[in-house]
T-cell receptor
Framework: GEDVEQSLFLSVREGDSSVINCTYT??????LYWYKQEPGAGLQLLTY?????DMKQDQRLTVLLNKKDKHLSLRIADTQTGDSAIYFC???????????FGSGTKLNVKP | NAGVMQNPRHLVRRRGQEARLRCSPM?????VYWYRQLPEEGLKFMVY????????ESGMPKERFSAEFPKEGPSILRIQQVVRGDSAAYFC??????????????FGEGSRLTVL
């Protein structure tokens, strides 16, 4: 569960869609999460997906889960400048003792 | 309905001094996690505590670092004899584990330690 990987940077134009990708390692993870961190602040949970789901949609956010490839993605539709932040994916050990975070993807939204 | 409260937000220490970071979890939460974030890096798990118990400290350095979560009062992360490499943001998160819960972590705003 320790090797959660994400690309470091993504730059998009305002109004476009953003897709942030993540690969994880622990196939027994029950939940997978996306967190958002704004400068100088802590992390806020954006959304999560239960491991028996393929997709979850929540307003502008769409989470896709490919369990076979251990691949998780977050799509932000109609990206706004206020979406500029660092996005972390995370998985949790089955006993919830440890949450493993990726290194974060810094999303830059250009006006 | 206060969130997770961490203090101090910023702490400056000289090499060899001690740093104490405090975390008050959200009301009703009895599970506390500490994470460290180095500049431009992700969060690294340090320790997971419940009231009066250390459940998992596999991410804690074996020396100089200790954590507690007493029956009363905040959780404390203590770093003795700090070195420059300890400079980082330390985040506390709390959770309310319940049957069927999603294990959502609620994070504090972090304590930023600078070692001179």
């Amino acid at each position: 569960g320790e090797d959660v990987e994400q690309s470091l940077f993504l730059s998009v134009r305002e109004g476009d869609s953003s897709v942030i990708n993540c690969t994880y390692t622990d196939s027994s993870s029950t939940y997978l999460y996306w967190y958002k961190q704004e400068p100088g602040a802590g992390l806020q949970l954006l959304t999560y997906i239960f491991s028996n789901m393929d997709m979850k949609q929540d307003q502008r956010l769409t989470v896709l889960l490919n369990k076979k490839d251990k691949h998780l993605s977050l799509r932000i539709a109609d990206t706004q400048t206020g979406d500029s932040a660092i996005y972390f994916c995370a998985e949790v050990s089955p006993n919830f003792n440890k949450f493993y975070f990726g290194s974060g993807t810094k999303l830059n939204v250009k006006p | 309905n206060a969130g997770v409260m961490q203090n101090p937000r910023h702490l400056v220490r000289r090499r060899g001094q001690e740093a104490r970071l405090r975390c008050s979890p959200m009301k009703g939460h009895s599970h506390v996690y500490w994470y460290r974030q180095l500049p431009e890096e992700g969060l690294k798990f340090m320790v997971y505590l419940q009231k009066e118990n250390i459940i998992d400290e596999s991410g804690m350095p074996k020396e100089r670092f200790s954590a507690e979560f007493p029956k009363e009062g905040p959780s404390i992360l203590r770093i003795q004899q700090v070195v420059r490499g300890d400079s980082a943001a330390y985040f506390c998160a709390s959770s309310k584990m319940s049957a069927g819960g999603t294990g959502e972590l609620f994070f504090g705003e972090g304590s930023r330690l600078t070692v001179l």
